[in-house]
């Protein structure tokens, strides 16, 4: 087993996510972090602060160089980041002494990396959109098909009352809806810049410090926060603890799909299930066991990202580190957390005869709450649920369903309207409907 399944070609396709591994590539961040000192570059030149022609000249270059990553690895392992190396490889890619004496200007390394982590998590927020969109537009249909197929809930492990699939699919989706949003007003404070220099004070590009980094959030497409957050790691914190919230959702389901595609149970089946190696009976519920699995796997790491919040003083090397170590692998885990939820959501189907067994198994008892409060209408609460209690003991010992001994001991009581799927049904529609109107917008 790799360190680190998303970058094996053996377990990449169960547990990684090449889209959004992508943009935590070697490559991906050395072309993001050469864009920024283009554009640091660029700005600097149109506001007097470096000579315009090589500011031109910087920009330019910062385009079309190609820097091998192997090659700033020793002075990265000495350095404990990638900047100092890269920009030296810069200077001398460019061939233009004069010019490239002005790359790097007043900047800090962390400045270039935060900011170039800025520019690809902007991409990988836009990724997940579309995904959390297409997610839920595939439970809300599955919810509104299935919202009067009648199922057993259980709590505890045990039947309670009946409800249907489609209010199942619901409570997977209401969540899913709320992280959305959250994403939607957390990014951005995603997409900032960040230019603060040695200490956060802008000190070495004097008064105009403030104007540099404002064009520079311009020039990039991000926003300017008005102030440097090296030590300020509240969004990125923020942003795990989303990252391991939604993954929590989508372990929930896979949970559900677990239980309810179990052996004695089967009420629903998932198309593509996968083989034993010796077991040809197997339909293993692969999917949903690795939704759980990344589930837990990123509340742990998100758990990692906030440590990595206690920054010493303006700047710390060890907290920033953990926060390496953690924030790509707990990003590419979401990415494939939510990838694989979409696929699963298209892949599951419920059985019918299976719910309808489920319902009509262990005896009734599952209509002992509806038989509670028919009864109720005719003696006191507390009497009806006593007798109710009683005809169930009665039920398992001998066997009888409990609707028969019911209809034996009261023949005349009906189950309230209520008393079956309740608000299940709207609640399935109720979801359909706001997922059909995000679609729409």
């Not at 790097?104 to 836009?126: E, F, K, N, P």
């Not at 083989?275 to 758990?303: F, H, I």
Request: aromatic share 4%; proline share 6%; with cysteine.
């Amino acid at each position: 087993m790799p360190a680190s399944p998303a970058d094996s070609a053996l377990y990449r396709p169960l547990l990684g996510d090449d889209q959004t591994a992508a943009l935590f590539s070697d490559s991906a961040e050395i072309r993001a972090m050469l864009l920024v000192e283009g554009a640091l570059a660029r700005v600097q030149g149109d506001l007097g602060l470096i000579p315009q022609a090589a500011a031109a000249f910087i920009d330019r270059a910062s385009r079309e160089v190609l820097i091998d990553p192997a090659g700033l690895a020793a002075a990265t392992a000495v350095n404990g980041v990638p900047v100092p190396a890269l920009v030296a490889a810069f200077r001398k890619a460019m061939e233009a002494p004069d010019h490239a004496q002005y790359v790097h200007w007043g900047a800090t390394s962390q400045d270039i990396m935060d900011t170039a982590l800025a520019l690809r998590l902007r991409r990988v927020v836009a990724i997940w959109q579309d995904r959390l969109d297409g997610l839920i537009h595939t439970l809300g249909l599955l919810a509104v098909a299935h919202a009067d197929l009648p199922m057993a809930a259980r709590t505890y492990g045990q039947a309670a009352t009946p409800t249907s699939f489609g209010a199942v699919v619901a409570g997977w989706g209401h969540p899913v809806l709320r992280h959305r949003a959250r994403l939607a007003a957390l990014a951005p404070d995603l997409a900032l810049v960040s230019l603060g220099g040695a200490a956060g004070t802008l000190s070495a590009m004097g008064p105009q410090g403030p104007a540099v980094r404002a064009g520079l959030a311009q020039a990039l497409g991000l926003a300017d926060p008005g102030a440097a957050w090296h030590s300020e790691r509240d969004r990125i914190g923020a942003f795990a603890a989303w990252m391991a919230g939604l993954c929590a959702t989508l372990g929930k389901m896979g949970e559900d799909l677990i239980l309810l595609s179990q052996t004695g149970i089967a009420e629903v089946t998932i198309s593509g299930a996968g083989a034993s190696s010796t077991m040809p009976q197997k339909q293993n519920p692969v999917g949903p066991s690795v939704l759980v699995a990344l589930a837990r796997q990123s509340g742990a790491l998100a758990g990692a990202v906030q440590g990595a919040g206690l920054h010493r003083q303006q700047r710390d090397g060890a907290a920033w580190f953990v926060e390496w170590l953690t924030l790509p692998q707990l990003c590419i885990s979401t990415g494939r957390a939510l990838a694989l939820a979409a696929d699963l959501a298209t892949r599951i189907a419920p059985d019918q005869a299976a719910m309808a067994r489920g319902l009509a198994g262990d005896l009734g008892l599952i209509q002992a709450e509806g038989f509670t409060f028919a009864l109720a209408r005719h003696m006191p609460r507390p009497d009806a649920q006593d007798r109710i209690k009683a005809l169930c003991a009665e039920a398992v010992g001998s066997g009888v369903p409990l609707p028969d001994l019911v209809a034996r001991d009261f023949p005349d009581l009906r189950l309230a309207p209520d008393a079956g799927l309740g608000t299940a049904p709207a609640d399935a529609r109720g979801f359909g409907g706001l997922a059909g109107a995000l679609t729409r917008a």
